[in-house]
């Protein structure tokens, strides 16, 4: 049933945590006034309609019914221009700035579209990492003002997906970016109440397994196929993040030799996967290398690390022939997966070299061998 403009007063309102005396104080009218219109026993003037729209931050044909619900081609196009956008910015442009001007981009087509569920899941990702950026720069008055406003800006658009929407996809981004937020603001209880409540283990994005045995049951036997591996796919971007971090938590204990076990076991599989194929994944995981060979390192094997820094190079040399090249996996088990970057730009410039500087491969540096590795890695670089 549709709304009335009654209704989307109140549940405006609700969403920005404001009392019917605050909405009232903001629109120079009396609280009566407002419980009048939400109780539908009086309408707003018309010179009322555009202040209340601006207090809310959505498009007049909101308060007229037009939910802002539709528009997905719209917001497809969109949301590829942003990301285009976030992958070239300008030398000159400050990623402080860069990443402030797309949540205002996004801010200002939410009020355009404010219960579109996919436009509103993007914006507070951008939003998180637009936190992050301030909380990385050196903190003034007005930077941490500025923060605050946006890290409640998060909060709001997220609370409109908790509130109203039903689609698991959106509900885990809103419960997986308020975790994430939380947690920059020292705020570890509330971001334990958000991750507490995202569905957790879910490679199977929108019932993934459900699908490929249904294509399976209607006899559509290549959709089956390309469908376990889309899972299995998932599944290992899955592994690979988890065994990372467990790899970091022994690492800042000390407890190196199990950071190596957790770091190096993800190689180990992706080496057996791929076997001679190295050239043909479909995916670009990394193998975090550069922490096997750190922690061959504290434990006093550098022969050993020298092997992962050797992978390390030649795994780039690999990425950077096949960086966003469509192709699909000649493996049986990710049948018919195909090469999905993400969207920003690849630039070998800098991807080795940082690694290699590092403080702890001082003790190899003057070998032959590192110095052969770090040749290698700079002609790369270089494109050559």
């Known amino acids: 049933m549709k709304e009335t403009m009654g209704q989307i007063i109140r549940r405006l309102r609700k969403e920005r945590n404001l009392t019917q005396e605050e909405l009232a104080e903001q629109l120079n009218v009396t609280p009566q006034a407002v419980s009048r219109w939400e109780n539908e026993t009086g309408m707003p003037d ?13 498009s007049t044909d909101v308060l007229f019914g037009k939910d802002g619900t539709d528009g997905e081609a719209e917001i497809e196009v969109f949301i590829r221009d942003i990301e285009s956008k976030l992958s070239n910015r300008p030398a000159e442009v400050a990623w402080l700035d860069h990443y402030r001007q797309c949540c205002e981009d996004c801010r200002r087509m939410l009020e355009i579209y404010p219960n579109n569920y996919e436009l509103l899941a993007y914006s507070i990702g951008n939003i998180c990492c637009l936190v992050n950026e301030y909380r990385s720069a050196e903190e003034t008055e007005e930077l ?9 800006e998060c909060i709001r658009q997220a609370n409109v997906i908790l509130h109203h929407c039903t689609d698991s996809r959106y509900l885990n981004a809103a419960h997986k970016w308020l975790t994430q937020l939380y947690r920059c603001m020292g705020n570890p209880v509330k971001a334990k109440e958000h991750a507490k409540r995202i569905t957790v283990f879910d490679p199977y994005e929108e019932g993934g397994d459900w699908l490929a045995l249904v294509y399976s049951d209607l006899g559509k036997v290549e959709e089956s196929r390309k469908q376990y591996a889309a899972n299995i796919y998932k599944a290992q971007e899955y592994l ?40 043909e994944i479909p995916f670009c995981l990394e193998p975090c290398f550069d922490q096997c060979a750190l922690m061959c390192m504290r434990l006093g094997r550098p022969d050993e690390a020298m092997d992962w820094l050797e992978k390390m190079v030649r795994h780039q040399r690999v990425v950077a022939g096949t960086y966003n090249v469509i192709t699909e996996s000649k493996l049986p088990y ?6 999905r970057y993400n969207a920003h730009t690849y630039n070998r410039a800098e991807q080795l070299t940082p690694t290699l500087a590092w403080a702890v491969f001082d003790p190899i540096r003057d070998t032959e061998r590192f110095r052969t590795i770090l040749s290698d890695a700079e002609a790369f670089e270089r494109g050559e």
Request: proline share 3%.
């Open 46 to 58: 018309i010179s009322q309609v555009i202040p209340l729209a601006n207090v809310f931050g959505v």
């Open 144 to 152: 941490v003002r500025e923060r605050q406003t946006w890290e409640n």
């Open 240 to 279: 690979a993040n988890q065994l990372i971090m467990l790899g970091h938590s022994w690492a800042w204990a000390g407890e190196y030799e199990k950071a190596y076990a957790c770091y190096r076991l993800y190689p180990d599989l992706f080496e057996r996967m791929v076997g001679d194929g190295e050239d």
């Open 334 to 339: 990710l049948y018919g997966c195909e090469l």
